[in-house]
């Protein structure tokens, strides 16, 4: 259990994850907060890593620092994909054993799951076949990190839990059209279409993929809650356990952003669907305690206001 006093490092505090997890332990009263930005600390840096954490000496750790990106990114970085989210997750995690640190959130992805898979996709299905090529650099780093965890609770009695989100969005998200994931470059792609006045929208794909998605609210409040939560697995599912189509999201979000606007949705074949379908099993979760609890409506308008206030250029 996390003391309100005890000293607490969330890495990647800036980030989408990380921001909103400081959120959740902020309104839950938690103060003593290790916060450095990338240019305070490089996390790529094993020696500055395991100084900082031997200097500080926090209780608690959660990782949302990572390299993450959409389709295109990830096609197009690869190398930097495995090597960065390689170096960076394995530098914290070994330097908080090494500095006596038990407990530990490390944040995977959905992504880590076979292209194919069963679904809903249950904790077991990891490494039953073949990933999906677009963010199989992505994934393998992550699946590299999750296992690592497992190692380190296997040989050494830690108490490091990793968690695997379905697709994040929210405040402080990445809204670069090429350069992000779904919903935040669907959001950018509408408020551009609604200030100039448009009528049509264009997709990668032929909209058929289907998603599941989560607010990042929901996720931050996850990880707090298995922080404190004693659990015989170190894998566990965070999502909503119910998915949509492209086509079905991108309708709902236009719904919530130009409700009375009718807006012609055009499909760009020559780009990658990504993964056929992809929805989480939270049995487990639930069978914790923990479920989600914001609805898109609510999520999406949230995420629109913040992302209002921080426009893209």
């Known amino acids: ?18 921001s909103a997890i400081v959120r959740e332990l902020k309104k839950k009263g938690y103060k003593n907060l290790l916060l450095r930005s ?26 949302a620092a990572a390299k993450v990106g959409g389709i295109f990114s990830n096609l197009k970085f690869k190398a930097e994909y495995i090597y960065d989210n390689l170096i960076i997750q394995s530098n914290v995690i070994n ?4 500095n006596g640190v038990k407990d530990l959130i490390f944040l995977g992805s959905s992504c880590v799951y076979p292209k194919k898979c069963k679904q809903p996709i249950k904790e ?30 296997e040989q050494y009695k830690t108490n490091y839990k990793c968690l695997m989100p379905t697709n994040t969005f929210g405040p402080n998200d990445n809204y670069n059209v090429q350069n992000s994931h ?18 049509h929208l264009t997709l990668w794909g032929d909209g058929t993929p289907k998603r599941e998605i989560i607010y990042v609210d929901d996720l931050a409040e996850a990880c707090v809650f298995f922080m404190n939560k004693k659990t015989k697995h170190n894998l566990i599912n965070i999502g909503t356990g119910k998915d949509f189509t492209i086509n079905e999201l991108t309708k709902k979000i236009l719904e919530i952003l130009i409700p009375k606007k009718k807006i012609r ?26 479920e989600s ?5 609510q999520a999406i308008t949230k995420t629109y206001e913040a992302f209002l206030k921080k426009e893209p250029r």
């Open 38 to 63: 990338r240019t305070e600390l490089d996390l790529k840096n094993q020696r500055k890593v395991y100084n900082f954490i031997k200097t500080n000496k926090p209780k608690f750790i959660f990782i």
């Open 124 to 153: 077991n299905y990891l490494l039953t076949g073949p990933l999906e090529t677009t963010n199989d650099a992505y994934a393998i780093a992550k699946i590299s990190g999750l296992k690592l965890c497992q190692s380190y609770n």
């Open 293 to 297: 609890r914001w609805n898109l409506e």
């Open 182 to 199: 779904f919903i935040p470059a669907l959001i950018n792609k509408i408020h551009k279409l609604k200030k100039n006045n448009k009528n």
């Open 95 to 98: 330097s908080a054993y090494e």
């Open 265 to 290: 949705i055009r499909y760009d074949l020559s780009k990658p669907n990504g993964t056929p379908r992809k929805v989480l099993d939270v049995t487990l979760a639930k069978k914790y305690g923990w």
């Open 1 to 18: 259990m996390i003391n309100l006093k005890s000293k607490i490092y969330v890495a990647g505090h800036n980030g989408l994850v990380g």
